[in-house]
């Protein structure tokens, strides 16, 4: 099919759906079409030459408003894309929109709702783009993790989320909210098509067509995080037929670490919009902005070094495994949207760096989606794919 | 002294001497001096207030124009400071203008002069904002360090050059060219300066007051590069009263792994420039990015692991010393303005991530500056430059 076909059929569907759904921030028909058709005229450049994408509205875009979720950039227009645009463009994609963040991609919602129960939040803070996937109004997305913002909204959406290793897909032109922590990610409808997105941009053949692995190690692990686990959590891993292997001593303080080096960070990434726009912020950013100004250096260096020790231990966590199993989320979407639900079981893994999948896994009592989260090797993502993968399949048929 | 005073007297030396040196990209004495007296009118913000910086033309500013060093950005305003502006800003720190970048911080130079030596080259790729320190325009100033970027200007022209730790200084709005080697440092005229300006701005006390280290255990090494070593360094280290320690064999191949990194990510972060504006790329830069486009990301993934190990070895590299001393550059500032030297001897710890800062230490055969350069271990500054400050003051009585 061509390029100006599957955009129409994209824009066909977000025409249908986006008024219930509200996934994107930016949307400008004719400029995609375009786009399309300039595509179409050029020879394929890559294997998803022609496909369209999603954007968060956290990457930059010269020729689509990019405002980062907040009224501070109302109207803003880049001079230059970010990296990932340009590199998904020279590889003949196509971008349909930007799609909704939550404010500086942190907690504050934006207007997106669950596509798959419209009274709940679909996660944050990659709100839009979890849903347009969901909603198949674009086969595939970007989106960003600083806490749990990629894993958790595709948990809840049910598609398939990729938080790569941690400096995997290049950073710039995206919002830098924690330099130590903000890391580029995925949404698919497919593991498969989530590697091949993910190589094609990162010029990395053993992504684009994934060696299969028939019978991956895997085990799981419940984490020092699985008291917030909900009975459909835990319901899900009592059916999981695995080895169990224990939480780590070492991760045990990591999540206050996370939120330690995230608060601090935030604060000097967003200096000049709190110097300049502090009443454009909302009250949860501003609180966090001046809880992480009073962080002093010497804290924020040991939680940076409580991190680096446990991705030192690291090789011990996984053994022999291919990839470990933990929760993605502790449930089901809450309803409403003034939250974007926890990131619980997303920070400690966003902050030793190591590659996460979310594949889809049935639904719970309420009938929305429940995701299982696999984490892998630093810089092994090809491996934790293939992992997952063959787990999908394995959930496919159960 | 007020603000306005401070920022007058720098303006006055600009005036008398910018037409030779050529240190600023952006210069607006108008609105620096009213920048300085709203500084005037404020309580005293931290220890620095109202001392006037230079900064380089590679951060985002949103009141003077940023251009990269590129014709691409010509006339370029950004929307926001970045990050490091904007926290000298609310430190009390006066902005008096934008330092010249070479070509977004790579190796095709701009105008400036070495003050030490006009027909020289005054290194790069923070030329501007060592020149100035150097000629005493502005007694602080931001740079960069991808490659050698801060450390060989600071040596070529005669003054202290401090890379933090990877990671310590926010990168937010600072234009990324390799997201795994960027580092932001400073210039100064001293270690302690140099330290100061870096604690305030990161909220460290331990280096606002480098505490004394009268006795610092310090070693050298001659590094894997000292083939490189003109006649000149060689004399200085063989001059040097100190205990000597072997390259480890892990530091052996890590120059052509830092040459990797820098190709594939830049290939990355400058892709829209080079999509969308080709023909204003120089040359030289638009070879490296073609270069960076060709390798395989299974090449890029081993050059990290390779930085990998050679960090996890660090602790055997530093044993018992505080500081190891290196090399800053091959020798003196070569003539012509053609390059900008070479980063041979700063390539390697840019990649490791370790703090580095290079204090002058007499001159050469042409009676240009020579500097020698102090490593130390990750996270852990304020021990490297209280070494360097004693090291500073014993080369000082020398």
């Given at each position: 099919m061509s390029a100006e076909a599957l955009t129409r059929a994209a824009l066909d569907r977000i025409a249908a759906r986006e008024a219930e759904i509200?996934?994107?921030?930016h949307l400008d028909p004719e400029r995609a079409l375009a786009e399309a058709r300039a595509v179409d005229r050029?020879?394929?450049?890559?294997?998803?030459?022609g496909v369209p994408i999603g954007v968060k509205d956290i990457f930059d875009t010269a020729d689509l408003p990019t405002e980062?979720?907040?009224?501070?950039?109302?109207g803003h227009r880049p001079r230059a894309d970010a990296a990932l645009v340009a590199l998904a463009r020279a590889a003949?994609?196509?971008?349909?929109g930007k799609t909704v963040t939550t404010e500086f991609a942190t907690r504050t919602p934006g207007k997106t709702r669950n596509p798959r129960g419209p009274s709940r939040t679909p996660g944050g803070s990659s709100s839009g783009s979890a849903a347009a996937v969901a909603d198949g109004m674009v086969p595939l997305a970007f989106g960003t993790q600083t806490a749990g913002s990629v894993i958790r909204p595709a948990a809840y959406c049910g598609v398939v989320g990729f938080k790569p290793s941690f400096g995997l897909l290049p950073r710039a032109g995206m919002k830098q909210t924690a330099d130590g922590l903000d890391t580029a990610g995925v949404f698919a409808r497919s593991v498969a098509e989530a590697a091949r997105f993910v190589g094609v941009l990162t010029n990395r053949s053993g992504l684009v067509d994934l060696p299969p692995l028939p019978s991956p190690r895997l085990a799981f692990c419940r984490t020092h995080q699985w008291p917030e686990a909900e009975p459909a959590t835990v319901a899900l891993f009592e059916g999981l037929d695995l080895p169990e292997i224990a939480a780590p001593p070492e991760h045990a303080g990591l999540a206050e670490a996370h939120e330690t080096i995230y608060r601090y960070e935030i604060a000097g990434a967003l200096a000049w919009e709190d110097a300049t726009h502090h009443d454009l912020l909302s009250k949860r950013l501003a609180d966090m902005i001046a809880a992480g100004r009073a962080i002093d250096g010497a804290a924020y260096d040991a939680a940076r070094r409580a991190a680096e020790t446990a991705r030192a231990a690291l090789p011990g966590f996984f053994g022999s495994y291919d990839a470990i199993v933990v929760p993605?989320?502790?449930?089901e979407a809450p309803e409403g949207l003034a939250s974007t639900g926890e990131p619980t079981f997303n920070r400690i893994w966003t902050l030793l760096g190591v590659p996460c999948v979310t594949v889809p896994a049935g639904c719970g009592p309420n009938g929305m989606p429940l995701g299982l989260q696999l984490v892998g090797r630093i810089g092994d993502d090809a491996r934790l794919l293939a992992a997952a993968a063959a787990f999908e399949a394995r959930l496919s048929r159960s």
């Open positions: 509200g996934a994107f921030a050029l020879p394929a450049r890559s294997p998803l030459h980062y979720g907040s009224p501070i950039y109302k003949g994609m196509v971008v349909i993605a989320t502790p449930g």
